[in-house]
């Protein structure tokens, strides 16, 4: 499976940077009906959390690499055999990254770009689309902008399959068969101060969640 992806930089001017994965890295559970608030709202802390205590994360990783066996492992309790198009070396490459990763500052929750990530996850919730852009709810800039001003920086990271935020947060960590590491790269972007998460079932792939940075927003 390939993994689209979208990155765009302007020199001298307000960086926007989207970022796509499509890789069902970690197991996929039964997925709720409708936007899950309170998943949303854990997967921030985690990333949070990453971003705070990369070394903590770190460890995270480490235990979940020792469940590998080539390019494949199987959670604990499960006769499911999942595949990776790196294997273990992906997450090798993520422990060390983490291993060298200065702090940073924690994201404050943005209700204006929560409601900008709700746009699109509930539109393909319904639609089973891929990708930044819907139908109806259009592109990652203009859906932001409807809700708010934004300053410096956007971007957007989305994670479909894992309905877990540590699985969600470690799925966009590891960034299996991106060559680049643009999800990881957003996570740890410096500039950002700000995001909105929107999490709920996806018709292909289980779960996912949508979230959006920002260097500052005001609603």
Known sequence: MNFPSISL???????RLFRLTICVLLALVAPAAALDESLARQVLAEINLARSEPRTYAGFLWEFRRLFQGKIYMLPGSNTRMHTKEGAAAVDEAIRH?????PLPTLAWSNGLAAAAAELAEEQGES????????????????IER????????????????????AVVMQLIIDDGVKDRGHRTNTFRPAIKTAGVACGSHPRYGGMCVIDFAGGFSE
């Open 128 to 143: 089973g689309g891929l990708g930044h852009n819907g139908s109806r709810s259009h592109g990652v800039r203009e859906r």
């Open 147 to 166: 809700h708010g001003k934004w300053d410096r920086q956007i971007a957007e990271n989305i994670s479909y399959g894992p309905t877990d935020a540590r």
């Open 9 to 15: 930089h302007t020199p001298f001017r307000p960086v």
């Open 98 to 102: 983490l291993s060298r990763q200065k």
